[in-house]
């Protein structure tokens, strides 16, 4: 072989190992620029939407998610879960959500599930009282805190109990209902919490 033939092997190789060597480097680059596009974790916590599956979500279940440093709970409500609704208007001290309407109920959610689809609550879990976490105690049945208790969730810092539309019992230290995050339906199984179609 001439040495100009051994050079231009030479160059073709040089050619093809800087170009895979490039490739690499380029997709290398790529990723963090991509990833910088995603929310990150400060803008989530201050308020970027976030998007919740609840496609696997079974009735009478909860999923929480966090949107702005908060839990935000979905439930799943059984019939017999929503039909509990009405006959708690006269234990609950805001049955139709009038108190704050815009603070803490989001105009579609001004019913008496408190929701855009009546099977689904999406409520902030926080008490409205001093900010303690509530706990879910979703099913119907003789409690410590109350008799007849119907579901729903119960504050164990200072006795606050809140029916299954997130709506608080009179005559307990939290003041108002519990607040209904802006929201909106991407699909029958997803949610995007911290935008709705009116805010849009």
């Not at 929480?64 to 709970?73: K, L, S, Y």
């Not at 609704?85 to 234990?91: H, N, Q, R």
């Not at 900010?131 to 208790?149: I, M, Q, R, S, T």
């Amino acid at each position: 072989m001439s040495d100009q033939g051994v050079d231009k092997g030479k160059r073709c190789f040089l050619v093809a190992a800087t170009s895979v060597v490039g490739g690499v480097a380029a997709g290398a680059a790529a990723v963090p620029f991509i990833g910088s596009m995603l929310p990150s974790e400060r803008a989530k916590a201050a308020g970027a939407p976030v998007e919740v599956d609840i496609s696997t979500l079974a009735p009478g279940d909860k999923v929480t998610a966090e949107w702005r440093g908060q839990p935000v709970w979905v439930v799943r409500r059984t019939k017999e879960m929503l039909d509990t609704l009405p006959k708690l208007d006269s234990v609950v001290s805001d049955p139709k959500s009038e108190r704050k309407k815009d603070e803490l109920t989001p105009k579609y959610a001004r019913n008496e599930h408190r929701s855009i689809k009546p099977e689904y609550l999406v409520v902030v879990g926080i008490c409205t009282h001093l900010g303690c976490a509530p706990v879910d105690k979703l099913k119907a049945g003789p409690e410590p805190f109350e008799a007849n208790w119907e579901g729903g969730f119960y504050c164990p810092c200072h006795g606050s109990l809140f029916d299954l539309a997130g709506r608080v019992y009179k005559n307990k230290p939290a003041p108002d209902n519990l607040k209904i995050p802006p929201h909106k339906y991407l699909s029958d199984g997803r949610i995007l919490i911290g935008v709705d179609t009116e805010g849009a």
